[in-house]
């Protein structure tokens, strides 16, 4: 077996800023008053991923999630701890990150596609994959600012997907993205998953999960609070009040992919 992932005793300390202006803070100091407090995101945290696991990375909002997934894709540092990851790592975290809101979709596309690692000419292959994928029409070639979130969505998650990796990472976002894109998001991540890549998807829809994740990671408050089998996960978080509900019920997942994800 070959190690995707791992993080060691990863540690994440942040600082919380009261004021936004050197004038506030001044004058907050000067009343003996707090300006900022710091406290750990993630707390010690460990694990190990071995390539093509699927993994479902679960907990309530403010959990530590993205913090965690920004370690992974090795935009942001651990305090202390170390993360290794083996390849590329590709996806997205919150919708809209890496988008220049006066630059078209289409420079968008080869903006974000060369932060994800893909060359010039790469990009130019795959553009008709990648437009077709997102299926904004004429909106393509105006700025992405005016664009609806889940428009955002749509193109993030169209690059991402066209990149080669060895690990992708979709981070809650199918939440904005209409029913006919979040099925299409799905298939396309199973087949991601079925290729052998190993799969960090973030949702708080525990049907989605079932379908598509091998293993349950849930963060609570930045500590790991659960390692291990899927169903076991989502009723350690009391996320499945519909236990009659056939997972493998086609009908259900729909229903709850249309609604919140
Ligand atoms: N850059 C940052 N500076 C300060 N606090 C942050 C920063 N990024 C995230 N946080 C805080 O860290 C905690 C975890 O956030 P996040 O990882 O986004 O949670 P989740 O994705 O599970 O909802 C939250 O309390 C959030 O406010
Ligand atoms: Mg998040």
Known sequence: MVVSIEVDCVTKEFDRHFQRTLKQVTVAKLRGQETKKSFLALKDVSFTVEQGEAIGLMGLNGSGKSTLLKHVMGVMRPTSGQVRT???????????????????????????????GMTKSETEAKFDDIAGFADVG???????????????????????????????????????????FKKKCMKKMEQVRDSGVTLFYVSHAAQSVRKMCSRVIVLEKGVVGFDGDVNAGIKYLHYDDSDDVDPEDEQSTDAELGSDV
Do not use: K
Not at 86 to 115: C, D, K, W, Y
Not at 158 to 172: R, S, T, W
């Open 86 to 116: 083996r390849g590329r790592v590709s996806g997205l975290i919150a919708t809209g990150a890496g988008f220049h809101p006066q630059m078209t979709g289409r420079e968008n596309i080869f903006m974000n596609a060369a932060i994800l």
């Open 138 to 180: 004429e909106a393509m070639d105006t700025p992405v600012g005016n664009y609806s979130s889940g428009m955002f969505a749509r193109l993030g998650f169209a690059v991402a997907v066209h990149v080669d990796c060895d690990v992708f990472i979709a981070d809650e976002v199918l939440a904005v993205g209409d029913q006919p």
